[in-house]
């Protein structure tokens, strides 16, 4: 079984320029999740999907980040404008459903770094 | 809201000895999932482990075994004959009814060495 793929795994841009990254969950998993994971510090959830429906974007800085999975399968998460405060990487993650029993399963994240 | 403290950002292990890496909890939820996570360097977070609030026995899952305390929120893993290939970070996650949210805490970097 194929896990969860992102691209790009490296992504250098400067403040200000807008960038985007991709996310392909584990085939028939309904739930797909967004993290920011910055240095020495714990995964921190950005937003989570159920098919392509959004059920918690709160910590979501919806001034710049924005989300969408269509069709419920691939996810992309774009930022715009980028702010060097947003270096850091950015994983995904999938569940079969959604539910705090659900393990995730987790991509292997896409490293921004923020000039 | 939940939070998951772990208070050992590095540890060290000779190969083959035993390690427990500590995590604690806030949560005034009855229902809820704990996990161990891994994340080698530069590759992907994988589970090591989980235990549902509600069973009194610890999870184990070959060499990895936790010793979870309910009533002092606590949630420690213990790795048995330490490998090299345990060398990564390891994260305590927090995942509780009220929220399908993982909570994780900041992470424990495990050298292990030869």
């Known amino acids: 079984e194929a896990g969860v793929a992102q691209s790009p795994r490296y992504k250098i841009i400067e403040k200000r320029q807008s960038v985007a990254f991709w996310c392909n969950p584990i085939?028939?998993?309904?739930?797909l999740y967004w993290y920011q994971q910055i240095l020495g510090q714990g995964p921190k959830l950005l937003i989570q999907?159920?098919?392509?429906?959004?059920?918690?974007d709160s910590q979501l800085p919806k001034d710049r980040f924005s989300a969408e999975r269509l069709k419920g399968v691939d996810s992309t998460l774009k930022i715009q404008p980028a702010k060097l405060e947003d270096s850091a990487v950015y994983l995904c993650a999938s569940s079969k459903l959604a539910g705090y029993q659900e393990t995730q399963y987790f991509g292997p994240g896409t490293r921004l770094l923020v000039l | 809201a939940q939070t998951v403290t772990q208070s050992q950002p590095e540890m060290s292990v000779q190969e083959a000895e035993t390690v427990t890496l500590s995590c604690t909890y806030d949560t005034s939820e009855n229902n809820y999932y704990l996990f161990w996570y891994k994340q080698p360097p530069s590759r992907q977070m994988i589970l090591v482990i989980r235990q549902e609030a509600y069973k009194q026995q610890n999870a184990t899952e070959n060499r990895f075994s936790v010793n979870f305390q309910k009533a002092a929120k606590s949630f420690s893993l213990k790795i048995s004959d330490s490998q090299l290939g345990d060398t990564a970070m390891y994260f305590c996650a927090f995942s509780g009814a009220g929220s399908y949210q993982l909570t994780f805490g900041k992470g424990t970097k495990l050298s292990v060495i030869p």
């Open positions: 999907f159920q098919n392509n429906g959004v059920v918690d």
């Open positions: 085939s028939g998993h309904a739930t």
